[in-house]
């Protein structure tokens, strides 16, 4: 697990990369926000804050991806005084020849053993690459701005930044070696970024641990009192194909998979008082080669979304709920497989000021297995991540930033 000094790494390969590129070097974006006019209420960061936002999500980092936006971000801290180290992360699966990928770490100072608070999110986004556009006209809280990341979660890197800067350039009383920030690769698809980073805490020089840990994620600018967990599985059915004129000389896959999938859905699959009801959803069905003939084979992918039980174990009681209802659908028709899961997770949600959110995706707090008190915070909404239409609002940035340095000085006195 090897972390490297950002400045004999990083610089010569985004030289490297620039000289190949033909496109617009990022120094060289001519930053739309900062040739608008702005309203009078503008707070005094928010140039800084929409400059670094809209380069961040004018690069693509769909996961695998992520080598150029590390870099800018790299150099981004570096020039705004942070010591930076990167950590390799080895490429996806799937994306085994993707240029280098690695996790940013920042601090203040000499680095530390320990810290009073970590403030991280990720770096990557879902495809397909949305570019940046703001709304014209004079700027205010109420400008609309567009593209990938605004809000999942490059909103949370910028303001979590900006919100850093600030703080320690107008709060005196504030030690900036208390900080270490941490942005990661691949959250949205394995975690590979932070669990990465999580298995080397203890073989880091020095070891790193901090008291507690901010999670930067669209919570619609609420605190977030946690978080469901997730299973994520795929079943097979096997039939017997046939003519379509004689099903009952087959047995149709198709038929069994969607017996049990429907019993599944009307299934209880377990509730809680803080987490609501554990969901279930069939994300892929495959079936079946023609209308003409019986399926001898069916499959899907499905996840649920788990509302019950322990952080590490409580997806396990619901995989074993689907796989009993698969045995009794037929107990000899079905295969099930689950590559991963966890139970739902709670986070600090007492802090004077906040509302309070209770949201159903994933993050990455299940990926960061230390001893440390979590929040979860962002400006922008789940319901508008990952769709053709992300967006956020310049006031939910802003209101991110002044609400991120309140939960980074709670975290401090706590």
Same mark, same amino acid.
């Given at each position: ?43 005094? *960061? ?23 936006? &590390? ?46 608070? /970590? ?47 600030? /703080? ?17 690769? &691949? ?121 019950? &039980? ?31 899961? *966890?139970?739902? *997770? ?48 310049? &006031? ?7 609400? *991120? ?6 975290? /401090?006195?706590?």
């Amino acid at each position: 697990m090897h972390w490297a000094s950002a400045t004999s790494i990083v610089f010569p390969a985004l030289l490297a990369l620039c000289a190949g590129q033909q496109q617009q070097p990022l120094s060289e974006i001519e930053h739309s926000g900062s040739s608008q006019h702005a309203s009078a209420d503008a707070p005094s *960061y928010r140039d800084e804050l929409l400059q670094l936002l809209e380069t961040l999500v004018s690069v693509p980092s769909a996961n695998g991806e992520e080598n150029e936006v &590390g870099q800018f971000l790299v150099d981004y801290l570096e020039q705004a005084g942070y010591q930076v180290d990167i950590q390799f992360v080895p490429p996806p699966k799937d994306h085994p020849d993707v240029p280098d990928r690695f996790n940013i770490l920042a601090w203040s100072g000499e680095r530390k053993p320990s810290y009073k608070t /970590l403030v991280t999110s990720h770096i990557d986004v879902v495809p397909p690459h949305i570019p940046w556009e703001i709304e014209g006209g004079e700027i205010s809280k109420h400008t609309l701005i567009k593209g990938r990341g605004t809000t999942d979660a490059k909103g949370s890197v910028a303001t979590q930044i900006v919100a850093v800067n600030h /703080l320690l350039s107008t709060n005196k009383n504030v030690n900036p070696e208390d900080i270490i920030l941490l942005f990661v690769v &691949g959250e949205e698809t394995t975690g590979d970024g932070m669990r990465f980073f999580s298995d080397s805490l203890g073989h880091m020089s020095p070891p790193l641990s901090f008291e507690s840990a901010i999670f930067g994620e669209p919570t619609e600018n609420k605190l977030a009192c946690g978080h469901k967990g997730a299973l994520f599985c795929s079943a097979v059915a096997k039939g017997k194909d046939a003519h379509s004129g004689y099903p009952e000389m087959g047995k149709s896959a198709n038929e069994l998979m969607i017996k049990a999938m429907n019993k599944i859905i009307e299934t209880d699959l377990g509730y809680s008082p803080l987490f609501g009801n554990t969901t279930f959803n069939v994300g892929r069905f495959e079936g079946g080669v023609a209308s003409n003939v019986v399926p001898a084979k069916a499959f899907v992918d499905l996840s649920a979304r788990v509302a019950v &039980g322990s952080e590490k174990e409580g997806h396990k009681d619901v995989q074993q709920k689907i796989w009993d209802i698969l045995q009794e659908t037929d107990a000899e028709a079905f295969t099930f497989d689950c590559t991963h899961g *966890y139970g739902p *997770y709670e986070c600090n949600c007492d802090v004077e000021g906040f509302e309070s959110i209770v949201v159903n995706y994933g993050t990455d707090i299940p990926n960061l297995d230390a001893d440390y008190v979590r929040y979860l915070y962002g400006p922008g909404s789940i319901l508008v991540a990952h769709g053709d239409h992300e967006h956020i609002t310049v &006031g939910d940035l802003e209101k991110a930033v002044e609400d *991120y340095q309140k939960l980074i000085l709670h975290a /401090l006195s706590s």
